[in-house]
């Protein structure tokens, strides 16, 4: 119940392309739904949120769709560049089953953008 | 810089050694987590710190793992008897208990039992 599957395992897109990663969850109570981009050797960076009261949002080329009733969310990189390759992390978090807000994670997106 | 920092980055130790990681969350974060992640793998929940008070522990942390934060500020990690089981990244995270719980996480620290 606490699981967050994510695919593909790693994805490779020709510069300028839309790149399409999946999360899906069974947890209900989850309320916080961040994506994080990771460089080798570097920690998680927040890359942008969603809570289930809103099925899109977008900041600048990245675009998060939630799905509530089929209990899945995607990311959506537009017009993606070779400094987009790093592996991307979904993550889910419920305040009210757990007060502490701690992230559940997908097991990782690796994204190469070929020039 | 005024985002979470990880001391030492990396840490090479031998099987049965006491390592100690510190962590120094954003200024004024109330919020701090240890989670662990190894190769491959997404960053897995460890413990969380509401200021000083230690509110929950993953039954990933085993009886040779503690953590502290004395003073509601930095924190630290150790693990007693290291095993190469416990090779991984070790990552720190800070958040404030208002708004939406965004966790800023640190570098890591790189750790390798031999």
């Known amino acids: 119940q606490q699981q967050v599957k994510q695919s593909p395992q790693s994805l490779i897109v020709q510069k300028g392309g839309i790149s399409i990663i999946n999360c899906a969850y069974e947890?209900?109570?989850?309320?916080?739904f961040p994506w994080y981009q990771q460089f080798p050797g570097k920690g998680p960076a927040l890359l942008i949120a969603?809570?289930?009261?809103?099925s899109e949002k977008k900041e600048g080329r990245f675009t998060i769709s939630f799905n509530k009733s089929a209990k899945q969310f995607s990311l959506h990189i537009m017009d993606s560049q070779p400094g987009d390759s790093a592996t991307y992390f979904c993550?889910?978090?419920?305040?009210?089953?757990?007060?502490?807000?701690?992230?559940?994670f997908g097991q990782g997106t690796t994204l190469q953008v070929k020039p | 810089d005024t985002g979470v920092s990880q001391d030492p980055r990396h840490k090479i130790t031998k099987r049965g050694q006491n390592v100690t990681f510190r962590c120094d969350p954003i200024?004024?974060?109330?919020?701090l987590y240890w989670y662990r992640q190894t190769l491959g793998q997404g960053p897995e929940f460890l413990t969380y710190f509401q200021n000083e008070a230690q509110l929950e522990k993953s039954r990933l942390l085993s009886d040779r793992f503690s953590a502290e934060r004395p003073k509601g500020s930095f924190s630290t990690l150790e693990i007693q008897r290291t095993e190469q089981g416990d090779s991984a990244m070790y990552l720190c995270?800070?958040?404030?208990?208002?708004?939406?719980?965004?966790?800023?996480f640190g570098p890591g620290t790189r750790l390798t039992v031999l």
């Open positions: 993550a889910a978090s419920s305040v009210m089953e757990s007060n502490t807000g701690k992230l559940i």
């Open positions: 947890n209900t109570a989850f309320d916080y």
């Open positions: 200024s004024e974060h109330n919020r």
């Open positions: 995270a800070s958040s404030l208990v208002r708004g939406q719980n965004e966790q800023f």
């Open positions: 969603i809570r289930p009261d809103v």
